[in-house]
Every structure is written in structure tokens, then in C-alpha cells.
């Protein structure tokens, strides 16, 4: 009995092995593809999605691939970070033991462009920007709204000290994203004192307008991953997203181009 448990331990401690090791040995494949392809300066980080990985690996077929690339330098936002999630993926060639992948495949792909608060906040001149938002129950109070419904109306609250501001006390407004085709505007509407309206705001009233308009951020966004028109926007904690998606993707690594057969913005 002890030598029959103690071979049962040493195959589920080689099939840890194997799925740790191949899965580990994709995601570096795809991610060298990646950098080729985009010519980027490092690698990106890849994510095999999904339990266990090692038979997705072996088909060819793989639940969702999470990619990302860190502190991209932009000028309309500092560094940004660029996502993508590619849902139903498939790769080519789809053999894990083959090393060059000239193509990616997916069901849907959904592409990022994540701005930071601290980016955000040197690229505006407000060092000392933070994000955040109204709780849900201020956009769908009656709790039937879907996700996407919320993100899209959600208010931004931006809290930082403005040059107008006594003895540098940072105050908050609340703000609107809106964007138009390529250009994301987050509009500042009011200065938030508060639910109950009993935060006093630290500057003069002659000011005020100033003051709220040194909120105002315009930024010009040319993609998402991979090759997208910026669909939405929406605040994620501390963070702006602009996202977009599509179905039914190829993405060709070899030409580093995208194409599809059938999409949503």
C-alpha cells in the first residue's frame, strides 16, 4: 500500500511538473513572438488561463491567453500599460515543442490602454492626483444594470492640490469621461464637498472655475492592442481604462498585423 501511494505522489508530482514546465515554455514562446513581432524592447508577460493547461497546450487550443506590457512610453499619458485578452485563443503553430508562433487566433479579443493615477498626475501637472469613483448603488440604484452599463456612466472623482488651493489642501471634483473616436476627455463638472455637503473647499470663491478647469485632462489615444479603435473608457480604482474589442481575430506575427471576420467595437 505504501509503495502504491507513494507512486501515485510521484506521478501527480511529475504532471505538476509537466504542466508548470510546458506551460511555462509557451508562455515564453508567444511572448518572444510578441516582442518580435512589435519590436519591443522586453518581453511581455503572458498568462495561460485555465485548468489544467498541459491538454490545452498539447491541442492547440487554449481557454484565454492574459498578455501585458508594463510602463510603455506615450505622450499623451506618460507610461501607460497595454493589455490584451484573447478568449478562445488558438496558436500557430500549435505545437508546444515547435518554436516560432507566426499567428494567434481568438473567439474574442479585448485590448487595454491602463493609465495610472501618478502618470496621469505628472502628465497634467497635478503631482498629487488620485483616482477613484462613485459607488455603484450612484449609477444603478435599482441593481439592473450590467457591468458594461456601469463602467460606461460611472463618474471619475480626481482629488489633488490645484496652484488656487489655501496652504496646498488637496480638494476633489467630480468628472466625466467622455470620448470621441480617438480622443479621450475627462471633464471636470463640479467640486464634491462631500455626500452630506459638509467639507469646506479650500479655495476662493473668484477662483473656483480656474481651479476646476486645471482638472480637465485631453489626450489623443491612437490604439488599443492590437491594432483597435478605442471603443470605451472607464475608471478602475486608482486607474483610467480604454478598452475595445472584437471576434473572430487573427493576429498575423509575422506581418505584425491584425485581421478579422467579424468584429465589435
Known amino acids: 500500500m505504501r509503495k502504491l501511494i507513494l507512486g501515485v505522489l510521484v506521478l501527480l508530482a511529475a504532471a505538476i511538473l509537466a504542466e508548470l514546465g510546458t506551460a511555462a515554455y509557451t508562455e515564453h514562446r508567444i511572448s518572444r513572438a510578441l516582442r518580435d513581432s512589435a519590436q519591443l524592447d522586453s518581453d511581455p ?3 495561460l488561463r485555465g485548468f489544467p493547461v498541459l491538454p490545452q497546450i498539447i491541442t492547440g487550443e487554449y481557454d484565454k491567453i492574459d498578455i501585458q506590457v508594463e510602463r510603455v512610453p506615450t505622450d499623451y499619458a506618460g507610461r501607460v500599460s ?15 515543442y515547435q518554436q516560432r508562433i507566426t499567428a494567434l487566433a481568438a473567439d474574442e479579443l479585448t485590448g487595454r490602454v491602463v493609465m495610472g493615477q501618478t502618470e496621469l498626475g505628472r502628465r497634467f501637472d497635478l503631482p ?12 444603478d440604484a435599482f441593481d439592473a444594470a450590467t457591468e458594461e452599463v456601469i ?19 488637496p480638494v476633489t471634483v467630480e468628472a466625466r469621461l467622455r470620448l470621441d473616436g480617438n480622443v479621450l476627455t475627462i471633464e471636470p463638472l463640479r467640486f464634491y464637498n462631500g455626500p452630506y455637503r459638509d467639507r ?9 472655475e480656474r ?32 478598452e475595445a474589442a472584437v471576434e473572430n481575430v487573427t493576429l498575423d506575427l509575422d506581418h505584425d498585423r491584425a485581421s478579422t471576420t467579424a468584429g465589435r467595437p
Open 211 to 242: 481651479a476646476l478647469r486645471s482638472f480637465k485632462m485631453t489626450m489623443t489615444i491612437p490604439e488599443v492592442p492590437f491594432s483597435q479603435q478605442p471603443a470605451y473608457a472607464y475608471p478602475q480604482g486608482g486607474r483610467i481604462v480604454v
Open 128 to 139: 498629487d492626483l488620485r483616482l477613484s469613483f462613485f459607488p455603484v448603488t450612484f449609477i
Open 82 to 96: 497595454l493589455e490584451a485578452a484573447l478568449t478562445g485563443a488558438r496558436i500557430t503553430p500549435g505545437r508546444w
Open 45 to 47: 508577460h503572458v498568462i
Open 151 to 169: 463602467n460606461r456612466f460611472r463618474p471619475v472623482m480626481l482629488t489633488a492640490t490645484p496652484p488656487e488651493s489655501i496652504d496646498d489642501e
Open 200 to 208: 469646506d473647499i479650500p479655495i476662493p470663491e473668484e477662483l473656483r
